[in-house]
């Protein structure tokens, strides 16, 4: 049972809009920045979005995310085959000194 | 481009000491938060801690008690040991960097599997 609440799977066709869900609570999302991670098969998870919704450098703009009290938001837009993968966010909990708490993942489906 | 490379024992019996190295390499680890963070299929993405290059920590309240983490600057190389392990600990373990402090984690290393199993 992950802290942070995802959304187990999403999914949408090639040229789709697509937003994947977060929820927690004030003592994590609604104190503290969200991340993004995108893990491909077999991979590394990837930094996708950092503080609420920064892209690094490399990281297409058709990600974008948000966040709102408790809850945070990634969108993708634009839906590409390479997209398909795992998407988890994650955040600093204020409870006990932390931990990083992530999401248990959302599996994005290319269709 | 910043690499991490994750090693040690692949297999530990239960209740003795897992032990991984993270080799940094393509740059310094002086300035950097240094983290450890496991994969399993049962309980997801799990965040073990942090040490900081000046050796300071900060571990998950779940596993402090068996956690300990160590730097060597000189090698470019910060380690993890995680004692009285269960088969509830076999997970992919990464090592990740932190580059500000702020939580979240831009390089990663692409794990080393660990089975806790007699």
């Known amino acids: 049972q992950s802290v942070l609440t995802q959304p187990p799977s999403a999914s949408g066709t090639p040229g789709q809009r697509v937003t994947i869900s977060c929820s927690g609570s004030s003592s994590n999302i609604g104190s503290n920045a969200v991340n993004w991670y995108q893990q491909l098969p077999g991979t590394a998870p990837k930094l996708l979005i950092y503080t609420n919704n920064q892209r690094p450098s490399g990281v297409p703009d058709r990600f974008s995310g948000s966040k709102s009290g408790t809850s945070a938001s990634l969108a993708i837009s634009g839906l590409q085959s390479e997209d398909e993968a795992d998407y988890y966010c994650?955040?600093?909990?204020?409870?006990?000194?932390?931990?990083?708490?992530f999401g248990g993942g959302t599996k994005l489906t290319v269709l | 481009q910043v690499q991490l490379q994750e090693s040690g024992p692949g297999l530990v019996k239960p209740s003795e000491t897992l032990s991984l190295t993270c080799t940094v390499s393509?740059?310094?680890?002086?300035?950097?938060?240094w983290s450890w963070i496991r994969q399993s299929p049962g309980k997801g993405l799990e965040w073990i801690g942090y040490?900081?290059?000046?050796?300071?920590?900060n571990y998950n309240p779940s596993l402090k008690s068996r956690v300990t983490m160590s730097v060597d600057t000189s090698k470019n190389q910060f380690s993890l040991k995680l004692s009285s392990v269960t088969a509830a600990d076999t997970a992919v373990y990464h090592c990740?960097?932190?580059?500000?402090?702020?939580?979240?984690?831009?390089?990663w290393g692409q794990g080393a599997l660990v089975t806790v199993s007699s």
């Open positions: 393509g740059g310094s680890i002086h300035s950097y938060y």
């Open positions: 994650a955040a600093w909990d204020d409870s006990l000194n932390g931990p990083v708490v």
């Open positions: 990740a960097r932190d580059p500000y402090g702020l939580w979240y984690f831009d390089y």
């Open positions: 040490i900081y290059y000046t050796g300071s920590t």
